[in-house]
């Protein structure tokens, strides 16, 4: 309930503060601990930051740094009910109430639901206490933990067991401290399981993340690894640890909540300069096996140290999108093969393909905007709009032949559709026309030739009537009562429809260089009538 209430108040601001927080160590690592302070969730901060680096704006390093200041943020709320504050947890209920039930308000009515769990936690920790007391002196608990306090390695497992089936560490290590409260556990064995528990909140993200592309599975398995090697470093001392704690208050609650700050402050300050590391070892693990060229939606021409003279990083960008113009091209190339052979395992590398797309072309916008932020020639500012214009537009298409054209594809080899000879004919005379503008494109794109410029823009009014040619052919071959064409009407229309689409993105890329050269009219309209005969404007 807390952690709704603080991201259905606060969640755009603090989804900001993440992502913009990313120039700097140090920042991003205070503004993980205060959202997760928050949250109290390293897990759920974990799932925003992937989030931010499946698409791009955040790297590896910066990311890991956030999940250190999490996971100390994580502390703060266990430091907090350490202290015996139960009982206010009814007051916390009844003012949760209160403002919950009758407020319009989202943020104010949100703030009641954050009060609410808080005094219900509260509430859950009195009565586990009260539950465990008596288990104190139980032979039986005595035969369980025996075992555990003989094993520690095994009393990590277990911690880590148990905070990844509540997919909350914050939530097991406040049944720990309430365990070594009433006595039911002492305070080394407690520490072994804190220490799992922590290792637990670092398995929580990773089942959910395995659908995500690789640039996102990096910072979760970044900080199981870290959290993963902290606590088997810490293992060996966490009994020594007691008397230290004792120092800062020796109630068995407060000795195990200490223990698990003090435990992510020494993480956080080990860790925290190697992130660096951390960062490419993850690469190391992430990237295909098996593949000599490695992860094709890595950037292979885009070089960080070019950043500095701003014509040579616009040659390094242009080398990239011409990279991801050949990929979108093989995958428009193929979508080809796909309709016509019914293959479902091409459509598969299709598929999989708009996932290189769009990890390449998150890379290509972050260059480019850096580019554009030391770019202080005009020229080279207009340039980096065009490089960023194709890119979008080259995305754009991998989107319609991945979400789309596919789409179209599984319809037909799931309901048996065929096209008729003439209706294939046609499909096939569009899609060559539209492959043959992208590699125009690719041309004008990289030459900036205003000629050819003036070609492509030419080509989307030849496609355009090509298109209406098919679509009428399709109409009379309808009205004839062909079966083919009556069995697959919709299927064609969308085909044809799909790759004028993609035509139009491919046309895009000429009307920046166009612009620039005065060589488009600011409207296609005719003037209105004022009388006499309507004129054409430009």
């Known amino acids: 309930m807390v952690r709704t209430g603080v991201l259905r108040a606060f969640g755009s601001e603090m989804r900001s503060l993440l992502a913009g927080a990313s120039r700097s160590r140090l920042g991003v690592f205070g503004v993980g601990l205060g959202v997760t302070a928050l949250l109290q969730s390293s897990a759920a901060t974990a799932l925003l930051l992937t989030g931010f680096a499946g698409r791009g704006m955040i790297s590896v390093a910066p990311g890991l740094a956030a999940m250190l200041g999490a996971d100390i943020g994580s502390t703060l709320i266990v430091q907090v009910l350490s202290f015996e504050i139960a009982v206010i947890a009814p007051a916390l209920i009844l003012l949760g109430v209160l403002i919950f039930m009758p407020s319009g308000a989202t943020r104010w009515r949100q703030s009641g639901r954050i009060l609410l769990g808080l005094g219900l936690m509260l509430l859950a920790l009195e009565l586990i206490g009260a539950a465990t ?9 005595a035969a369980v933990v025996a075992p555990l306090a003989a094993d520690p390695v095994f009393a990590v497992l277990l911690g880590a067991l148990l905070a990844w089936a509540a997919h909350s560490s914050v939530a097991v290590v406040l049944v720990i401290m309430s365990m070594t409260a009433s006595g039911a556990i002492a305070p080394p064995l407690a520490f072994a399981l804190v220490l799992g528990a922590n290792v637990g909140s670092g398995l929580i993200p990773l089942p959910l993340t395995l659908g995500e592309r690789a640039s996102a599975r990096r910072i979760p398995l970044g900080n199981l690894v870290v959290r993963t090697a902290g606590a088997l470093a810490a293992l060996p001392v966490a009994a020594l640890a007691v008397p230290h704690m004792a120092i800062l208050g020796d109630e068995p609650a407060r000795l195990v909540a200490n223990f698990h700050t003090a435990f992510n402050l020494a993480l956080a300050a080990v860790a925290l300069p190697l992130v660096g590391g951390v960062a490419r070892l993850t690469r190391h693990i992430t990237a295909p096996r098996g593949h000599g060229e490695g992860d094709p ?3 292979r021409y885009l070089d960080d140290s070019a950043l500095d003279t701003p014509a040579v990083a616009i040659a390094c960008a242009t080398r990239e999108i011409t990279r991801l113009a050949d990929i979108v091209e093989g995958m428009l190339t193929d979508s080809l093969r796909v309709l016509r052979d019914d293959d479902a395992k091409l459509m598969s ?14 890379a290509i916008k972050l260059y ?44 037909k080899m799931h309901h048996g559709l065929h096209f008729s000879d003439a209706g294939w004919a046609e499909v096939e005379r569009i899609h060559a026309r539209v492959t043959d503008n992208l590699r125009l494109a690719v041309n004008v794109f990289v030459a900036r030739d205003v000629s050819s410029a003036r070609e492509l823009v030419n080509e989307k009014a030849h496609l355009r009537e090509l298109e209406r040619a098919a679509a009428d052919a399709h109409v009379d071959r309808l009205r004839a009562g062909l079966s083919e064409s009556v069995e697959s009407s919709g299927l064609h229309l969308d085909v044809l429809r799909d790759l004028k689409r993609i035509n139009s993105h491919i046309t895009a890329t000429a009307y920046p ?13 005719r003037a209105r009538s004022t009388g006499g005969t309507a004129t054409p404007e430009g």
């Open 349 to 362: 590398a299709v598929v999989d393909r708009d996932e290189t797309v769009d990890e390449l072309f998150d």
């Open 133 to 141: 007391a008596p288990l104190a002196g139980s032979d039986t608990l």
């Open 368 to 411: 480019v905007t850096r580019i554009s932020a030391g770019a202080p020639d005009s020229d080279e500012s207009a340039r980096c709009t065009e490089l960023l214009t194709f890119a979008i537009n080259l995305e754009h298409i991998g989107d319609i032949v991945e979400t789309n054209v596919m789409e179209l594809a599984y319809k």
């Open 297 to 299: 939606g890595r950037p």
């Open 513 to 525: 260089l166009l612009e620039a050269a005065g060589e488009l009219r600011e409207t296609r309209l």
